[in-house]
């Protein structure tokens, strides 16, 4: 029976930098709180193994044949772990063990603990405005306000996040979906502060392609899960041009007392009519799919 309440999954890719330092860190807390570490080697070509291998320890190795993304290598070793609950620690130095011991002693009954980087932490400047918009989408279509949207260090009860594994990015913004698509979900999601420092390394993260990626990824949660929130939106901004529309181009120009839709406006009104009850029909189909058995491993 393992009596490890806790492995630590660290996903890594083309980590050489820092993956041996990061692993040094956490081998005496490992030892002392009888956790378990799990690293996603995702097709470094690098020397990042040769690190790894250095370590004389009890560290469990996956090595995966090519490159899929920080996503899939987390998704892999959620799967293999056999404890409660899980962390994700990234392997590029960020995170400091004192902050993970904190948030284990008070994850309480949160299905999710997510660590909330602090205005001490290290900020990358360039990636502000980007962050910045991403949070807002997400707390306009959550109707929450979203502390840190895609902090890489969090605590998951591991049968709740992967019976949902499938809903969420195999890429950079796994952080960020999972957060989205566990709120919707209902789970409680909390909140604990922590410090992060400068990565070791370079970054492979592209700000466009992975913002705009992880764009459309929560508005297709927010579609699976809540989806009047789009719908809605849609339909009466839809019905508002129409009325404006027909106003504007109708009723100015149309002789006193006439009664008459100009066709351009019947079908902007009935095109939001359509969407409206669309999304009555996809909401109840959501709502049926949420309560369906999810089969866990």
Do not use: C
């Amino acid at each position: 029976m393992n009596m490890k309440k806790l492995t630590i999954i660290i996903p890594a890719f083309n980590e050489e930098q820092g993956i041996k330092n990061t692993l040094e860190t956490l081998i005496p807390l490992i030892k002392e709180k009888n956790w378990g570490i799990i690293v996603v080697n995702d097709g470094s070509t690098d020397r990042t193994v040769e690190k790894i291998k250095q370590l004389d320890e009890d560290i469990k190795l996956i090595n995966l044949p090519y490159n899929r993304g920080y996503g899939s290598a987390l998704k892999t070793g959620i799967r293999l772990a056999k404890t409660d609950y899980i962390a994700m620690f990234d392997a590029d130095g960020q995170h400091n063990p004192e902050d993970l011991v904190n948030m284990w002693e008070n994850v309480g009954d949160y299905d999710m603990l997510v660590g909330e980087r602090g205005k001490d932490s290290h900020q990358d400047w360039i990636r502000k405005p980007g962050k910045w918009i991403l949070s807002k989408i997400a707390n306009l279509l959550t109707g929450r306000k979203i502390p840190d949207l895609n902090s890489g260090l969090r605590i998951i009860k591991r049968k709740i996040i992967i019976s949902r594994l499938h809903l969420f990015s195999d890429a950079f913004s796994f952080s960020t979906t999972s957060t989205v698509g566990l709120m919707n979900l209902g789970y409680f999601v909390g909140y604990h502060p922590i410090k992060v420092n400068k990565r070791v390394g370079s970054s492979t993260v592209k700000q466009l392609k992975h913002g705009s990626n992880t764009i459309l990824l929560i508005i297709r949660l927010i579609t699976l899960f809540s989806p009047l929130k789009i719908f809605m939106p849609v339909s009466v901004g839809l019905f508002i041009l129409g009325i404006v529309y027909e106003f504007i181009f109708g009723w100015l120009r149309m002789p006193a007392g006439t009664i008459k839709l100009i066709p351009t406006a019947f079908f902007i009104l009935l095109t939001s009519l359509l969407i409206f009850f669309f999304g009555l029909v996809v909401d109840q189909i959501s709502e049926m799919r949420k309560y369906q058995k999810v089969e866990t491993e």
